[in-house]
C-alpha cells in the first residue's frame, strides 16, 4: 500500500472545486486514459487574476489530491503568481508525495500551464517538442525540464517524474542520453553513475570484436585455433570456433572458462557465451 | 474505520483456519524435534510429517511419495522448470503463457540468466475471455520443448485452462508437462493419479494455512533434479530441516479443504454470483473479466470504466472492504495488469479493475454490504472523471 499523507487522503476523500466551469477562460487538458491518469482544469480569469478554478480527474489517490490542491492553490492568484507554482510546490502542500507519484504533481502544473497558456491563445512550447517515450508521450523538453526543475539524477527519477520509460523501456537509452547531456550542461560532473552498466547491441558488438582480436585470438592461434563472432542477442553471445579450436573436444570449456571470462571482465558482467551449430 | 473487516482478497492470501493453528501449536512449542533426529521424540515429528504428507496426497489424489514440501509457491515453480531444463540440457524450448504469475513467467523470460543457456520461448496467446488456443499450443511442441508449464486457474481473472487435456498432448510428444495449481488446489477438485501431470505447484497460504510453505508434486517416475540441494531431507528431493508446523498446518488445511470442496462450489459460487450480479446490476458501465463459464466459483474479476483502481481500492478501505486491482498504479508499475492486456481489455476497463476473491469463511451479510457500498464509492469517483457523462 502507498503511504499517502492525512493531507493527501483528506484531499482524496474531500476534493475541492470539483468540476468544470461554464464558459472557462482558460481550460487545460492533459494525460490520457491510456496513460492511467488525466486532468481537465478550467479557470474563470477575471482582471489578471485566477477568480474561480475548477477540476476533473481521473487517476489514483495522488492525482486526485493533487489536483484538488492545485485548485486551492491558484485561486485568487494573480496570473503572474500562479505560473510560478511547480509541480514541486504541489507535493510540498500535500504534505509530500511517495515518489513514484511524483508525476501525479507534474500533471498538475502541466494542466495550469495549459490552461493559462490556453487563455492567452499560446501553443505551449513543451508540447512542440520530441516524443522521446512512445508509451506515455513525453516529449524531450519536458523531460530535460523535469531533469532541471527537480534535480534528477537517474532514469528511475525522470520516469518516477514524467512516467517515461515506465512502459516498454524501449526509450531507455535514450532518457539516458538525454540526463547525461542536461546534467553536464547544468553542473560541471557527469551524472551520478547509475545502475550496472548499459549497452546496446551495437556497443556490445564493438566491444567484443575489439577485446576478441585484441586478448583472445592471439591466444587461440598459438595453438592454432581461431574464433569467430556470430551473434550477439541481448546478453547472448554466440561465437563459433575454427581451426584447431573448432575439432577439439575441449572447446566447451574454452568458451565457457576462457572466452566468457575474458569477456565478462573487460566488456560486460552480465555477458553469457554460447557456442554457436551452423 | 470502523471495527469492521469484510476479506474479498482469498486470491492475495487466506486467513489460518483456526483448526489448522490449533493442529500447527504443539509444534511450535512442545514438539520441537528435529524429525530426521534418531530417538522417539523427534520421531514423534517425523510421524507428524508423514501424516500430513498423505492429507497433501489424500488431496491431490496423489501418493505421499509423490509430494514434497518447499518454502512457498514460487519455489515449487522455480524447482519444476529448473529441474526439467537441467535434467534435458540438451532441450532449448519452453511453452508457457502470457497470463502466468511472475513466479513462473519471470523465470521463463530470463531462463538464460540461470541456465548460461539461450532458449526460446513461447509465450501462448489468450483470447478476450482469457481462454488458450489448444491449436497454437499443439504446434508449439516440439522435439527440442524441454517442459511446458502452463497455469490451472488465473489469479487475477480466475479463468481455468484444460490442463487435463494440455498435460496429455504434452504426454503424447514425450514432452515435461508442470503446472501452477497455487490457485485452484483446495477451489476445484484435482485427480493427479488419472492426469499426465508431471509437476504440480501449490502454496499453504492459499488455502487457508500460513504464508511460507508449499508443495511440489512430481509424478512417480519424472526424472527429477533438485534445486535446494543439502541434506537428505524429503528423499533428497529439497535438502534443508522442514518447516515443521508450516507442513503440519498444510496437512490440516488440505484435510479441511477436501471437506469444503463441494462448499466451494456451493456456497462460496453462490456468494460470488450474487456480488457479480448485483454490482453488475447496480453499477453502469460495469464489465465482468474473464471467461465467465470457465472460472474458479470464487473469483470475479470485474472493471468499472473511467475510474482507476487505486481510488477505487482506497474508498472501500475507509469502509473496512479488502480486494485488490489490476490498475497500474497499484502495481508499481505504470501499465495495468499483464493478464488483462494479454486479453485485450482496453485501458479505459484495465485501470478500473477490481479483483474480489471469497472464501468459505465470507457471509451473504457481507457480500450484501458490498453491494451497499460499493456503487455510491463508484459514482463519486466518476462525478471527479473527465471522461464520465451522465447516461453514458
Ligand atoms: C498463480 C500463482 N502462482 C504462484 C504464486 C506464488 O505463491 P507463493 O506466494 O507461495 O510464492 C501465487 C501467489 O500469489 C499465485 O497466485
Ligand atoms: S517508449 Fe518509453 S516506456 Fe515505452
Known amino acids: 500500500m502507498w503511504e499517502y499523507t492525512d493531507k493527501v487522503q483528506e484531499h482524496f476523500l474531500n476534493p475541492r472545486n470539483v468540476g468544470e466551469i461554464d464558459k472557462p477562460d482558460g481550460v487545460g487538458d492533459v494525460g490520457s486514459l491510456a496513460c492511467g491518469d488525466a486532468l481537465k482544469l478550467t479557470l474563470k480569469i477575471e482582471g489578471g487574476k485566477i477568480a474561480d478554478a475548477k477540476f476533473k480527474t481521473f487517476g489514483c489517490a495522488s492525482a486526485i489530491a493533487s489536483s484538488s490542491a492545485l485548485t486551492e492553490m491558484v485561486i485568487g492568484k494573480s496570473l503572474e503568481e500562479a505560473s510560478k507554482i511547480t509541480n514541486e510546490d504541489i507535493a510540498n502542500y500535500l504534505g509530500g508525495l511517495p515518489k513514484e507519484k511524483m508525476h501525479c504533481s507534474v500533471m498538475g502544473r502541466e494542466a495550469l500551464e495549459a490552461a493559462i497558456a490556453n487563455y492567452k491563445g499560446l501553443v505551449l512550447p513543451m508540447a512542440q517538442g520530441e516524443v522521446v517515450c512512445e508509451c506515455f508521450g513525453v516529449t524531450d523538453l519536458e523531460i530535460i525540464r523535469a531533469i532541471k526543475e527537480s534535480h534528477l539524477r537517474s532514469v528511475e527519477e525522470i520516469t518516477n517524474f514524467t512516467k517515461a520509460g515506465g512502459g516498454c523501456g524501449k526509450c531507455e537509452e535514450k532518457l539516458r542520453a538525454i540526463l547525461q547531456k542536461t546534467v553536464q550542461g547544468e553542473v560541471a560532473q557527469p551524472a551520478a553513475a547509475d545502475k550496472p552498466k548499459r549497452m546496446t547491441t551495437l556497443q556490445k558488438v564493438k566491444k567484443i570484436e575489439e577485446v576478441l582480436e585484441r586478448e583472445i585470438r592471439p591466444v587461440l592461434k598459438k595453438d592454432g585455433g581461431d574464433i569467430e563472432l556470430l551473434d550477439v542477442d541481448g546478453d547472448i553471445v554466440t561465437v563459433a570456433m575454427r581451426g584447431a579450436c573448432g575439432t577439439c573436444a575441449k572447446s566447451q570449456t574454452t568458451i565457457k572458462e576462457y572466452v566468457e571470462k575474458k569477456l565478462r571482465e573487460l566488456v560486460l558482467e552480465s555477458l553469457i557465451v554460447e557456442e554457436g551449430r551452423e | 474505520m470502523s471495527g469492521r473487516l469484510v476479506y474479498l482478497d482469498n486470491n492475495a492470501t487466506t486467513p489460518i483456519a483456526p483448526e489448522v493453528r490449533e493442529a500447527m501449536m504443539p509444534y511450535l512449542t512442545n514438539l520441537y524435534g528435529n524429525p530426521s533426529s534418531m530417538y522417539s521424540f523427534a520421531g514423534e515429528v517425523a510421524d507428524g510429517l508423514k501424516k500430513a504428507q498423505a492429507s497433501v496426497a489424500a488431496l491431490l489424489g496423489a501418493t505421499p511419495e509423490e509430494i514434497t514440501f518447499t518454502s512457498c509457491g514460487t519455489e515449487s515453480d522455480s524447482t519444476a522448470i529448473l529441474s526439467a531444463v537441467r535434467t534435458f540440457p540438451e532441450k532449448r524450448h519452453i511453452i508457457t503463457t502470457r497470463v502466468e504469475h511472475p513466479a513462473v513467467k519471470n523465470l521463463c523470460e530470463n531462463i538464460s540468466l540461470f541456465t548460461g543457456h539461450k532458449y526460446r520461448l513461447t509465450q501462448l496467446k489468450v483470447d478476450e475471455k482469457g481462454m488458450l488456443d489448444l491449436a497454437e499450443y499443439e504446434a508449439a511442441l516440439s522435439d527440442d520443448t524441454a517442459i511446458a508449464s502452463i497455469m490451472w486457474a488465473n489469479n487475477e481473472t480466475g479463468v481455468i485452462f484444460p490442463i487435463a487435456e494440455m498435460a496429455k498432448m504434452a504426454k503424447k510428444r514425450g514432452i515435461l508437462f508442470h503446472t ?170 484495465a485501470h478500473g479493475s477490481i479483483r474480489f476473491s471469497l472464501s468459505v469463511y465470507n457471509t451473504q451479510e457481507e457480500i450484501d454490504f458490498v453491494l451497499e457500498a460499493l456503487p455510491p464509492i463508484i459514482a463519486s469517483l466518476r462525478k471527479l472523471s473527465p471522461f464520465w457523462k451522465e447516461g453514458l
Open chain 2, 180 to 349: 501452477d495449481a497455487v490457485q485452484a488446489v483446495g477451489k476445484i477438485p484435482i485427480d493427479l493419479a488419472s492426469l499426465d501431470i508431471d509437476f504440480l505447484s501449490s502454496s499453504g497460504h492459499k488455502l487457508h494455512a500460513p504464508k511460507g510453505v508449499g508443495v511440489l508434486y512430481v509424478k512417480k517416475r519424472t526424472p527429477f533434479t533438485p534445486f535446494l540441494i543439502g541434506g537428505h531431507q524429503e528423499r533428497g528431493r529439497r535438502g534443508g530441516t522442514e518447516n515443521v508446523a508450516s507442513i503440519i498446518a498444510l496437512g490440516k488445511a488440505s484435510e479441511l479443504a477436501a471437506t469444503h470442496i463441494g462448499q466451494e462450489n456451493s456456497h462460496v459460487r453462490a456468494l460470488r454470483d450474487r456480488l457479480e450480479q448485483g454490482l453488475l446490476a447496480r453499477i453502469p458501465k460495469a464489465i465482468l473479466n474473464g471467461d465467465k463459464d470457465n472460472r474458479l466459483p470464487n473469483t470475479s474479476n470485474i472493471s468499472f470504466e473511467y475510474v482507476e483502481g487505486e481510488s477505487i481500492l482506497l474508498h472501500m478501505n475507509r469502509q473496512g472492504i479488502c480486494a485488490s486491482s489490476g490498475s497500474a498504479c497499484t502495481s508499481g508499475s505504470l501499465e495495468p495488469s499483464h493478464v488483462l492486456r494479454a486479453m485485450g481489455v482496453p485501458f479505459t476497463a
